[in-house]
């Protein structure tokens, strides 16, 4: 936003009693007294009034607006458009009571010049003065930024190349100011060019009529994005400390952002300077830098110019830059440190600032200098783009933004506006548009924001489209996907360390020592993190030297790790992050994991994936799983199988049980547990052992909650993955496979080599008969006699787990399939008791909730709506979001019981919410399904009939029949909505929600902005 007045000579030329104000420089905003809009409806409407504000003397066609406004519309609908972007463009400026803005007619439209003031005129009239303070003070930034329409990309062009030669008109002023008095040109020696300039740009002298003032600072031909923060961030701690580093792996922008600190900061100094120092690789050469930077003369020469002996030279050359340093504040950027700092550059600098009093430094390097007084700062990553809006929507209960609001977004962020920058300087043509949006915050996301990618990627905008990118990005990873990125022609002879990733990657690899580079290339088998313990579990292997520290034996491993992982850290190659539990975690960019992984041999690489699985398989058995390792547990699932170990990935995915019970299952993770499974159907039991099983690891009771021990049997082993995987992808929707896995359970049981057989049939049993209760319409119909039957299998005592999880569906039978809430009550009862003496307190829970639907059947609403609010409570603390879900739909139940309508919407849509973000298919259809009812009383009719439609459809396709409860339930519904709306309204809004799909139907519930009307518990 502009905050600094007009110059006086730029508001003289404008008519001070114009109503309205138009800025288009930096921004898209309209003033008028106190009103200020920045939001115009549309992007077209915006695009129009900047149209008719850059051409105020000019009445522009009707045909002529269509074909800049919407060039792929016919005329007839160009002309519909047009009015209707007048209509709105007219009640944003021209309230009631207020003079014309726009003077429209048959034929064009313009605005009333004596009604508007424009900057982006203001900045032009100043140019064509040669006014070049007002002009500058005019042109905040680019014109109209996030709009990508052609003509505005010319005009932005035009307006900028406008800019340039203000610029440069001013710094011809300033150094005609200065004249040849100007005591820095007598210091313009020989070797005035030694010190190179970093490709992209060139260098700015820019010397003040003051004698002893001097910059000599970069001036950048592409454009800067984002770093604010950053940029104020380092100023503040150059305002504190002599010492600051910018720290970052190659291509993260150090260069860049240390050179534009230091134009903020050059007026508080005599002398600002930047130095190159990618050429420079030995510490004795750094003196000399220094003195070329600043055009010093070469003190190796006499007053004849005869050469001087190398003796003392770089003692002169730092006496020297003392002697004109002296007394004068000091601002030095040090580019490219790195290859200094092993040597003993740091020293040097050392020694420059202990006798200089008034100098700062601003290093960029990729390893820390290590020095007294240093303070670092880690150059993060350009701000990535939001998630995908419709999954925040979901998430959040609201509607996905505009097409509109989404572009301008997009448009906004730092990464994609840089990719868009660099992309036009490869194809003139390209803009940022609705059709590409999601394509290009994909690969900005893909590419980590780091800088180097993202302009690597959109130089490639001439010959490859943004979606073939972006699909090179979405390969499988573990394959080149960042391989292809890299630049031709003169830049990339000019600056061959950035000329690709895995050049900028490998300039850093080579400062490692062996060790180093081995330790660094074990940490690639980690996905999004790892901990110092868990970097020392896999470097515990024979595939690294024997220098690295004997973390297998060692008293304390993670210590040893945490010394190897500083060094690393140092090196700019493994990031930090501190997690809430107060424990650090350490990450590698994905371009740094593809590059060093190829440097693992191949059998090592077996080596140190087998080690990976071990740590996570260790890690689920002795703790939760943290939420932080869950790539890393998926990461360890695909290998297995990559491996051909496919009984390794039954083994954690039986380890992590309780994970996947409050997490759900995602598709890609089921896919890895069948893929395992139909390899051990068809592998002999000898192929499907491991090879060497772990000697500590005994033989276990295997029951359906397998998860503190794996036993040795293979088919054990399998028998349990199919109890848990038939549970797990029944919720998600997948019911075939769910179903034949729990009969195969059952018959493997009952006729397979498992032994003692009653030991497995009853887990297996367990699993089938929830399946079957959950599939098929309410009621009994023998459930209470097959229960009863493999109750019986469990009164020897040997399976609590087994027994409470029957007595608990039993108890479900019992008042939902016979409505006999008082004998559903002692098996809760006992369930209850076992489950707590077991301290499976997430599944005591669900006991409670099961005595709560008791109480609503008994008619005790408040009751049961107090004990679900009570479940939900605690499943929030137990961080368990299925629990949660159940919590909610039984609240939204017993409040559509108590005919409290606007609770039961609110408890449903959280529900609906939740459910599709754990994966759960059955839960989604089980919201929609107790929603409609709520939705048609609450004075919804359009979400009633999609939630029911939707549900209807869901569950005849996926789940099984409806009972004669059931149908009356969706009749009743239908009669609701069909009384609101009329028998035409409703018949259309009931076919058109029975062809939505689930995904829509699930944002068209949640969208907020239908809220229950008023008198809603009246219908």
């Known amino acids: 936003m502009r905050t600094d007045p007009l110059p006086a000579n730029a508001a003289n030329t404008t008519n001070t009693a114009a109503t309205w104000r138009f800025e288009l420089l930096g921004q898209l905003r309209a003033l008028s007294g106190d009103r200020v809009i920045t939001q115009f409806g549309s992007r077209k409407v915006a695009a129009l009034l900047a149209r008719l504000a850059l051409f105020p003397k000019r009445a522009q066609g009707r045909e002529e607006l269509i074909d800049l406004l919407w060039p792929e519309a016919d005329l007839d609908t160009g002309r519909n458009r047009l009015r209707q972007a007048l209509f709105a463009l007219r009640r944003l400026l021209e309230p009631p009571g207020a003079p014309d803005v726009l003077l429209v007619d048959r034929t064009s439209v313009r605005l009333n010049p004596d009604a508007f003031r424009c900057d982006a ?100 031909v592409a454009r800067f994005f984002g770093r604010e923060a950053e ?53 004795d050469e750094l003196p000399g830098r220094l003195r070329a930077a600043l055009r010093l003369p070469d003190a190796r020469q006499d007053s004849r110019g005869d050469s001087r002996t190398n003796s003392g030279a770089n003692s002169g050359a730092i006496e020297q830059l003392q002697l004109y340093l002296q007394g004068r504040a000091t601002l030095l950027v040090l580019d490219n440190f790195e290859q200094l700092v092993a040597p003993g550059g740091a020293q040097v600098l050392e020694q420059l600032l202990h006798r200089l009093p008034e100098l700062r430094l601003l290093v960029s390097s990729r390893r820390v200098l290590d020095v007294d007084g240093e303070r670092s700062f880690a ?104 391989a292809a990125l890299a630049r031709k022609g003169p830049r990339a002879a000019r600056a061959p360390r950035h000329a690709s990733l895995d050049a900028a990657i490998d300039w850093s690899w080579q400062l490692l020592s062996a060790q180093d580079q081995a330790c660094l290339a074990a940490l690639s088998v980690f996905r999004e993190g790892f901990s110092a313990d868990a970097a020392a579990a896999v470097w515990a292997v024979a595939a690294v030297p024997p220098a690295l520290p004997a973390t297998a034996t060692s008293a304390s491993p993670g210590r040893d790790a945490q010394e190897v992982l500083a060094r690393l850290v140092s090196d700019s190659l493994v990031r930090t992050e501190l997690s809430p539990d107060g424990t650090m975690r350490y990450h590698l960019f994905e371009m740094v994991r593809e590059f ?5 041999a191949a059998t090592d690489g077996v080596a140190l994936r087998a080690r990976h699985r071990a740590w996570c398989l260790q890690l689920a058995r002795s703790a939760m799983l943290p939420l932080a390792d869950v790539p890393n547990l998926h990461e360890a699932l695909r290998t297995s199988l990559d491996d051909g170990q496919p009984l390794q990935t039954l083994e954690l995915a039986l380890a992590t049980e309780s994970h996947w019970e409050r997490r759900g299952v995602p598709p890609e993770v089921r896919a890895l547990w069948l893929a395992a499974l139909d390899e051990l159907r068809t592998a002999a039991p000898e192929t499907a052992t491991p090879k060497a099983a772990p000697e500590n690891v005994a033989a276990a009771e295997v029951t359906a909650d397998v998860t503190a021990e794996v036993p040795r049997h293979v088919e054990a082993i399998v028998q349990a993955a199919r109890c848990l995987f038939a549970r797990r992808l029944y919720e998600t929707g997948d019911v075939a496979t769910a179903v034949t896995l729990a009969d195969e359970a059952v018959a493997a049981a009952r006729q397979g080599p498992l032994h003692p057989r009653a030991q497995h049939l009853a887990p297996a049993l367990a699993v089938q008969l929830r399946l079957r209760w959950k599939s098929r319409p309410r009621g009994d119909d023998g459930m209470t006699d097959a229960l009863r039957s493999a109750l019986a299998l469990t009164d020897d005592g040997h399976h609590p787990r087994t027994r409470a999880d029957l007595l608990n569906l039993l108890g479900e039978v019992m008042v939902l399939g016979r409505g006999d809430a008082q004998a ?23 006991v409670r909730m099961g005595q709560g639907i008791c109480a609503q059947t008994q008619h005790r609403f408040d009751d049961a709506i107090a004990m679900h609010a009570a479940v939900a409570t605690a499943a929030q603390r137990l961080d368990d979001p299925l629990l949660l879900i159940d919590a909610y739909n039984n609240l939204a139940v017993a409040c559509t019981l108590a005919r409290r309508w606007a609770d039961a919407v609110r408890h449903g849509r959280t529900q609906l919410s939740l459910a599709t973000r754990q994966y759960s298919r059955y839960m989604q259809v089980m919201a929609l399904w107790n929603l409609a009812r709520p939705l048609a009383r609450a004075r919804l009719p359009g979400a009633a009939a999609v939630a029911m439609a939707v549900s209807v459809r869901e569950w005849l396709g996926h789940f099984g029949a409806l009972s004669r409860g059931d149908l009356r339930y969706a009749a009743k519904v239908q009669r609701l909505v069909r009384w609101q709306l009329g028998s035409a309204a409703s018949a259309s809004a009931w076919a058109a929600a029975h062809g939505m799909a689930l995904g829509d139907a699930v944002l068209s519930v949640l969208d907020e902005s239908q809220e229950p009307g008023p008198g809603s518990g009246e219908l």
């Open 121 to 220: 005129t203001e900045f032009e009239a100043r140019v064509r003065a040669r006014d070049a303070a007002a002009a500058q003070a005019l042109y905040v930034g680019e014109l109209m930024p996030g709009h990508y329409d052609e003509w505005i990309a010319d005009e932005r062009a035009r307006l900028a190349a406008l800019a340039d030669r203000v610029a440069a008109l001013a710094a011809d002023r300033a150094d005609d100011d200065g004249g040849a008095a100007s005591s820095s040109a007598a210091h313009r020696g020989p070797d005035a060019a030694a010190g190179s300039t970093p490709p992209g740009m060139q260098l700015q002298t820019t010397e003040s009529q003051h004698p002893d003032r001097q910059e000599l600072l970069p001036a950048y």
């Open 824 to 846: 559903a009550l002692p098996c809760y009862a006992e369930a209850l008791a076992l489950y707590e003496s077991l301290g499976q307190a997430r599944m005591a829970w669900d």
């Open 231 to 283: 940029m104020d961030q380092v100023a503040q701690m150059l305002q504190a400390h002599r010492l600051v580093t910018l720290l970052g792996p190659g291509g993260s922008g150090k260069t860049r952002l240390a050179a534009e600190v230091a134009r903020r900061q050059r007026r508080a100094y005599a002398v600002v300077a930047f130095v190159s120092l990618a050429e420079c690789a030995r510490p």
């Open 596 to 600: 060093v992984a190829e440097r693992v």
């Open 379 to 482: 150059v993060p990553p350009l701000p990535l783009p939001s998630p995908p809006l419709t999954s925040q929507a979901v998430r959040r209960g609201k509607p996905p933004p505009s097409a509109d609001e989404q572009l301008t977004a997009s448009a906004a962020n730092p990464s994609v506006a840089l990719f868009v920058d660099r992309a036009q300087g490869a194809r003139a043509g390209f803009h940022l548009n609705a059709r590409n949006r999601a394509d290009v915050e994909a690969l900005c996301v893909a590419l980590e924001g780091v800088p180097l990618a993202i302009e690597l990627a959109a130089s490639r905008a001439h010959a490859v489209s943004v979606a073939e990118m972006r699909a090179q990005m979405d390969q499988r990873l573990g394959e080149r996907r960042f």
